[in-house]
C-alpha cells in the first residue's frame, strides 16, 4: 500500500486506534497533526496525511495531496527518503526530531507534555505496511 494514499491513511487510523499504549499516552491530548513529506518534485506543496486526534484515539485520517494549503496545529515533517528510513525502522523518531532529520512545528510547550504519546503515533507509522 503506497505511504501517501487514503488507503495508507486508514490503515494508519485502524492501528493507531489499536495502540493501547497510544490510547494511555495520548488520554490527555487533543488536536491535529500533519505528518508530512517536505515539498520536492514530485509534490512541489508537500503532501501528507492529516490526523485528528483526541482524548487518545484518531477520530480521522486523511491524505492532503497539496499540504502546504492544509493549515494544522502540529506538522511532523521530513523528507520522503527520511519518511522511508523511519518506515523501514531505521531511524528513531524522537532522535531524528534530535538530530534535525525531522522537525516539528507548533506550540513545542503543548507537544513537550506528551512526548510519550508522539513517540507511539510515530512508532505507529513505522508499523503500517507502506511502499514510498
Known amino acids: 500500500m503506497k505511504f501517501l494514499s487514503q488507503?495508507?491513511?486508514?490503515?494508519?487510523?485502524?492501528?493507531?486506534?489499536?495502540?493501547a499504549a497510544y490510547r494511555e499516552a495520548g488520554a490527555a491530548w487533543q488536536g491535529?497533526?500533519?505528518?508530512?513529506?517536505?515539498?520536492d518534485p514530485a509534490a512541489p506543496k508537500g503532501e501528507g496525511i492529516f490526523l485528528d486526534l483526541a482524548a487518545g484515539s484518531c477520530r480521522d485520517a486523511q491524505y492532503?495531496?497539496?499540504?502546504?494549503?492544509?493549515?494544522?496545529?502540529?506538522?511532523?515533517?521530513?523528507r520522503?527518503?527520511?519518511?522511508?528510513?523511519?518506515?523501514r525502522r531505521?531511524?528513531?523518531?524522537?532522535q531524528a526530531l534530535f538530530n534535525g532529520t525531522f522537525r516539528i512545528k507548533g506550540n513545542l510547550a503543548?507537544?513537550?507534555?506528551?512526548?510519550?504519546?508522539?513517540?507511539?503515533?510515530?512508532e505507529t507509522v513505522a508499523?503500517?505496511?507502506?511502499?514510498i
Not at 491535529?32 to 515539498?39: F, G
Not at 531505521?90 to 524522537?94: H, K, M, R, T, Y
Request: glycine fraction near 2%; aromatic fraction near 8%.
Open 32 to 39: 491535529e497533526i500533519l505528518l508530512l513529506v517536505t515539498p
Open 90 to 94: 531505521e531511524l528513531d523518531p524522537v
Open 127 to 131: 508499523q503500517v505496511p507502506a511502499e
Open 64 to 78: 492532503v495531496p497539496e499540504a502546504a494549503e492544509r493549515p494544522c496545529e502540529f506538522v511532523y515533517q521530513g
Open 7 to 19: 488507503a495508507w491513511a486508514d490503515a494508519f487510523k485502524d492501528a493507531l486506534n489499536a495502540n
Open 110 to 122: 503543548k507537544a513537550m507534555r506528551f512526548t510519550r504519546a508522539a513517540k507511539e503515533l510515530v
Open 80 to 87: 520522503r527518503e527520511d519518511w522511508a528510513r523511519l518506515l
